[in-house]
């Protein structure tokens, strides 16, 4: 990779995420922390409002918009083929989204690259059981009060078949043992529970807070050894 297409690719690193350390950088574009260094100086010396903030990382200076990003072709083919994948692993919100940013990445491709995106779209198949047909349509809803930290509530249908009312505080989403759980406190029970996406009957966002603060990571939670 040459320097010019290097920071072009910090840059867009940069505005992915909310802070972006040295040592990220490094690996990422496999140089030196001193390179990174000369790189972020070049990068500011174009105009690009980059600023840092210790034990956290580099930032884009809010409100700084850079113009749009292009994609190449092959970008364009990774995200076809995983639409195939976010079919068959993800539930109908999911699905929507994911469906909604790819006509947007086509929309900027050049035409010549449109035709060729259009054939490989007709030229792929993703044969899955049906048991990975997910009909529920929550995980977008779980994802946003995973970043909010807000509580959900849900009607569950218990493994004896009760119907059951919870106030939860998700930590996470696990694809395991060929379905979705989210992983989040009981209010109830006030401890830690996994519970199965497509046996929610109903899911409801709110606009409470989590009350604890300090949730254990996802990591730490202990999925079943046996399933």
């Known amino acids: 990779m040459n320097r010019v297409d290097r920071l072009f690719g910090i840059v867009t690193l ?16 496999e140089i030196s922390i001193r390179t990174v260094y000369r790189d972020i100086k070049a990068i500011g010396e174009a105009g690009i409002p980059v600023s840092f903030e210790p034990n956290k990382g580099y930032f884009i200076i809010p409100g700084y918009f850079t113009p749009p990003i292009s994609f190449t072709l092959d970008e364009a083919n990774a995200l076809l083929l ?20 790819l ?5 900027v491709l050049k035409q010549v690259d449109k035709e060729k ?9 993703l044969q899955l059981p049906a048991r990975l047909t997910f009909e529920f349509e ?12 807000t509580q959900v509530k849900i009607i569950y249908l218990s493994l004896k078949d009760e119907r059951l009312e919870r106030i939860i505080e998700p930590i996470g989403l696990v694809f395991y043992a060929f379905s979705w ?3 989040g406190y009981c209010q109830l029970r006030k ?6 996406v497509e ?6 966002k709110t606009m409470n807070p989590f009350e604890v603060s300090d949730h254990i990571p996802l990591s730490e939670y202990k999925l079943p050894v046996n399933y």
Do not use: N, P
């Open 199 to 204: 046996r929610i009957e109903e899911l409801f």
């Open 103 to 107: 006509t947007k990445v086509k929309a």
């Open 191 to 196: 401890d830690y529970r996994d519970f199965k």
């Open 14 to 29: 940069l505005q992915s995420r909310k802070y972006v350390s040295a040592e990220r950088i490094s690996e990422k574009f």
């Open 117 to 125: 995106v259009a054939i490989l779209d007709e030229s792929i198949k």
């Open 181 to 183: 759980h989210l992983i």
């Open 82 to 101: 995983s639409q195939s994948l976010i079919g068959g692993f993800g539930d109908r919100s999911v699905q929507a989204t994911f469906d909604s940013a």
């Open 138 to 149: 929550y995980l977008s809803k779980i994802q946003h009060a995973i970043t909010e930290r």
